[in-house]
């Protein structure tokens, strides 16, 4: 990689990174706002993405990439499912603003999904986590795991919100994530053989 090539690609994520950032803050933000967070001026912000509905799109899917690099290097298949799932939700964790960003509007998700396709491949690694804790007696078979699934995304995501109101600290959100995860899924006498965070 060349120098020219390796700055192009630095501009790029950092234009990325802002618009996710920026975005997941306020929909409505001006394209002057993701230029000043990724420290480019509008025109260079213009020379990667020609107008605000294809940077939207492509942070969008650029976000669903991130976060489902997260879901596959958590390795959900390897250790105890408790184990598994306490990586699975510090991994979704750690993908803040993008998680925020990209499901933060029905519409954008829908087109993103439709173009990407990949969703899929992830429900499948998280279902299979969860039905795998559910054959072994660690996860509650009362519900569904899809019901349990929903629950991890949205305890995820409650979790970034707090996170960026501030009414969570950062480093804090993680811990408050598992802790009323397992509290909810992991059945009473897994509970109590389980170490918490």
Known sequence: ??????????????????????????????????AKAADVGRSTLHRYFPDREQLVLTAALDSLEMIDRAVRDAATDEGTPAEAMRRLATALVGTGD?????????????EVEAEEGSEGD????????????????VFDSGVSAEWIMQV?????????????????????????????????????EANEAEPHV
């Not at 700055?7 to 920026?22: M, P």
């Not at 995820?156 to 950062?170: F, H, S």
């Open 1 to 34: 990689m060349n120098v020219e090539s390796g700055t192009r690609s630095r501009t790029r994520r950092a234009i990325l990174d802002a618009a996710a950032s920026v975005l997941a803050r306020d929909r409505r933000a001006p394209l002057a706002a993701i």
């Open 98 to 110: 993008r998680l925020l960003f990209a499901f933060g509007d029905p519409q954008l998700i829908e």
């Open 122 to 137: 992830i429900e499948t690694l998280v279902l299979a986590l969860i039905s795998r804790g559910q054959d072994e007696g």
């Open 152 to 188: 991890l995304w949205a305890m995820v995501y409650a979790g970034a919100a707090a996170a960026q109101q501030g009414t969570v600290p950062r480093h804090g959100v993680t811990a408050h994530v598992i802790r009323t995860l397992e509290g909810g899924i992991l059945t009473p």
